[in-house]
């Protein structure tokens, strides 16, 4: 399956969020066979970004969206987790600070894109100024109706100048949502996780759709694509994020640089009468 273009939204396509089946995976994928696929992608992901910092020309941008209890946590530490943090940056977005909310939505965004050569994680993102904020009419409709196309020109900005963006929509279910938050009640480890937020943003769940589904049709670019996935199943929604990365930067066509220097060169005037030297040493 070519899950880039399986679960890819096509530019001006508005996916029906009500009928995609949460719970998909291939019928003869077994868990088993995924788990040591994804170890495969994530040895592969770890070389490519290997080349990616070395050739420190263009940079990666992913973006997770999902409602509460989607999986953007989980997601971040076994896709990304593997990577080399010294070439990664996550990023999560809360609700925005005094300094933040004194500027324009995308400002705290921006400061934090991949410079080159990097990865970079959106947790939340700058579409939460299209998603919390329109659903709880934090501003003016005019307002938010507008980002949608200030959120295009900014990705093309990114795009243009050698980031290759990735964004993701985790897709539950309403009664994945409920098991996943009885979890965070009744598991001891994972109390500290359940809020009142959660709870209260449920009822809104309709509108968010509504909000998701508007902002797939305006901002999935061919620079810039969404995708919806399938994310009941962590593992399959692990595999499909893991696939859809490591080909997008199969497609980079990344490569080491040359070397800045004459290796040749330093090879005579250095290395061998570094060498000579420690045979005379020992
Ligand atoms: P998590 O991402 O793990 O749910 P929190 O529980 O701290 O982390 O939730 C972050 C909250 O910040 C979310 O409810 C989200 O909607 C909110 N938020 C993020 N960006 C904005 C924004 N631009 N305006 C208002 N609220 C925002």
């Given at each position: 399956?070519?899950?880039?273009?399986?679960?890819?939204?096509?530019?001006?396509?508005?996916?029906?969020?009500?009928?995609?089946?949460?719970?998909?995976?291939?019928?003869?994928?077994?868990?088993?066979?995924?788990?040591?696929?994804?170890?495969?992608?994530?040895?592969?992901?770890?070389?490519?970004?290997?080349?990616?910092?070395?050739?420190?020309?263009?940079?990666?941008?992913?973006?997770?969206?999902?409602?509460?209890?989607?999986?953007?946590?989980?997601?971040?530490?076994?896709?990304?987790?593997?990577?080399?943090?010294?070439?990664?940056?996550?990023?999560?977005?809360?609700?925005?600070?005094?300094?933040?909310?004194s500027h324009d939505f995308l400002w705290r965004c921006h400061q934090a894109t991949p410079a080159r050569g990097e990865i970079a994680v959106f947790n939340r993102s700058h579409y939460?100024?299209?998603?919390?904020v329109r659903v709880h009419q934090l501003v003016e409709e005019w307002v938010w109706r507008r980002r949608y196309e200030h959120i295009n020109n900014f990705e093309k900005l990114l795009?243009?100048?050698?980031?290759?963006?990735?964004?993701?929509?985790?897709?539950?279910?309403?009664?994945?949502?409920?098991?996943?938050?009885?979890?965070?009640?009744?598991?001891?480890?994972?109390?500290?996780?359940?809020?009142?937020?959660?709870?209260?943003?449920?009822?809104?769940?309709?509108?968010?759709?509504?909000?998701?589904?508007?902002?797939?049709?305006?901002?999935?670019?061919?620079?810039?694509?969404?995708?919806?996935?399938?994310?009941?199943?962590?593992?399959?929604?692990?595999?499909?994020?893991?696939?859809?990365?490591?080909?997008?930067?199969?497609?980079?066509?990344?490569?080491?640089?040359?070397?800045?220097?004459?290796?040749?060169?330093?090879?005579?005037?250095?290395?061998?009468?570094?060498?000579?030297?420690?045979?005379?040493?020992?």
């Amino acid at each position: 399956m070519d899950y880039y273009e399986e679960f890819r939204v096509q530019p001006g396509v508005r996916p029906d969020l009500d009928v995609v089946n949460a719970n998909f995976k291939p019928e003869d994928l077994r868990k088993k066979k995924a788990k040591s696929r994804l170890e495969e992608l994530l040895l592969r992901m770890q070389e490519l970004q290997n080349i990616l910092y070395a050739e420190n020309r263009r940079s990666m941008l992913v973006v997770l969206q999902g409602r509460d209890a989607a999986g953007k946590d989980g997601t971040i530490r076994h896709v990304f987790g593997p990577l080399n943090p010294q070439g990664v940056r996550v990023r999560s977005f809360k609700v925005p600070s005094k300094l933040e909310a004194s500027h324009d939505f995308l400002w705290r965004c921006h400061q934090a894109t991949p410079a080159r050569g990097e990865i970079a994680v959106f947790n939340r993102s700058h579409y939460e100024d299209v998603l919390v904020v329109r659903v709880h009419q934090l501003v003016e409709e005019w307002v938010w109706r507008r980002r949608y196309e200030h959120i295009n020109n900014f990705e093309k900005l990114l795009a243009d100048s050698g980031t290759t963006i990735l964004k993701f929509y985790l897709h539950i279910d309403r009664e994945e949502q409920l098991q996943r938050f009885r979890d965070r009640l009744m598991i001891p480890e994972k109390n500290w996780k359940i809020s009142d937020a959660d709870y209260s943003e449920r009822p809104y769940w309709d509108e968010y759709t509504e909000a998701f589904q508007d902002l797939f049709e305006k901002c999935s670019t061919e620079d810039a694509p969404w995708f919806v996935i399938p994310a009941n199943r962590k593992w399959f929604r692990n595999l499909v994020i893991a696939e859809i990365v490591v080909q997008a930067m199969e497609k980079m066509q990344l490569s080491y640089p040359a070397p800045s220097v004459d290796l040749e060169e330093i090879r005579k005037k250095y290395h061998e009468a570094a060498r000579v030297e420690e045979t005379q040493r020992s």
